[in-house]
C-alpha cells in the first residue's frame, strides 16, 4: 500500500527476540514512531480487493464486552488476577474482534472502537506498576493470546479457579473462538493463535483526529509487502 514504511521487522517468538533495546527511552508512548516498529499499520486503509490481492483474510469473530472499558492483552495461560490492563481506557460497550490471517496464519488481532481509517498511531502502553521495561508489551509462552475487560480478572473467585477455566477454553480452540464462563452474563474473552509462536508482543492504538481511538491492534507477523509481495515471515 502506498505510505508503508520500511519497518524494522523483527520478530519476537521463540528462537528469535525483537531488539528494541537499541531504541531510547522516551516518556510518552506518543514520541515512538509507531510505523518504525510495526509495518502492518496500513492495512486498515487497504479495499477489500486489496486485501484479497495480498492474500489477507479478515475474520470478524464477535464481539468482547468491555464494561470497564479496561482492556488486558495476555497470554491466558500465564495471566494473573492482578493482571494490568492498558493505559489507555475505551468508553464501555461492546466491539468486534477482527483477525487479519495470512497463509491461515493470524498476523493480526486488533479491537474496532470506530468507523474510519486512524490519521495517527500511539504504542500502547500497559499499566505502569509494571516492572521497567515491560510496559510495552505482553509474553506469550503458549502461542495463544487473549483480549478481555479487566472485570473479566475477577469473574472467578481465585486464581486456580481463573487458571483452570482459561487453560479448558484455550485448549478447545481451532486457531480462535470467544467464550463466557457464566450462563447469563455477557462477560466474554476472545482467544486466538499468535501467529507463529511464542514471544513478546507489542500493540498500537489508532486515533481519529481528535485523539479518540479507532482501532487497537496487536501484532504477531508480519503481513505483506507494500507491492504485494511476501513479507519476511518464518516458514
Not at 486498515?44 to 492474500?55: H, P, Y
Not at 510495552?136 to 469473574?155: G, H, N, P, Q, R
Request: aromatic share 10%.
Amino acid at each position: 500500500m502506498n505510505g508503508w514504511s520500511d519497518a524494522l521487522r523483527r520478530f519476537l517468538r521463540r528462537g528469535r527476540v525483537w531488539l528494541f533495546s537499541d531504541l531510547p527511552l522516551v516518556a510518552s508512548p506518543a514520541d515512538w514512531d509507531a510505523s518504525e516498529i510495526s509495518s502492518n499499520l496500513g492495512v486498515f486503509a487497504l479495499s477489500s480487493a486489496e486485501m484479497a490481492e495480498r492474500k489477507i483474510t479478515a475474520i470478524t469473530i464477535g464481539e468482547l464486552e468491555l464494561p470497564t472499558g479496561e482492556i488486558v492483552a495476555c497470554d491466558p495461560l500465564i495471566t494473573r488476577l492482578g493482571r494490568p490492563p492498558f493505559s489507555r481506557k475505551v468508553k464501555s460497550g461492546s466491539y468486534p474482534v477482527i483477525l487479519l490471517q495470512v497463509r491461515t496464519k493470524i498476523a493480526v488481532a486488533a479491537l474496532r472502537f470506530g468507523s474510519g481509517i486512524p490519521v495517527r498511531w500511539e504504542l500502547a502502553t500497559f499499566a505502569r506498576d509494571r516492572p521497567s521495561g515491560h510496559e510495552f508489551e505482553f509474553i506469550v509462552d503458549d502461542a495463544v493470546a487473549s483480549f478481555m475487560d479487566k472485570s473479566f480478572l475477577t469473574i472467578m473467585s481465585d486464581q486456580e479457579e481463573l487458571d483452570g477455566y482459561l487453560a479448558d477454553v484455550a485448549c478447545s480452540l481451532d486457531t480462535f473462538g470467544m467464550d463466557s464462563p457464566i450462563d447469563e452474563n455477557p462477560l466474554n474473552v476472545a482467544m486466538f493463535d499468535t501467529g507463529y509462536g511464542d514471544g513478546a508482543y507489542r500493540s498500537f492504538w489508532g486515533l481519529d483526529a481528535t485523539g479518540e481511538p479507532l482501532l487497537l491492534m496487536t501484532d504477531f507477523e508480519v503481513l505483506e509487502n507494500a507491492d504485494g509481495r511476501e513479507g519476511d515471515q518464518a516458514k
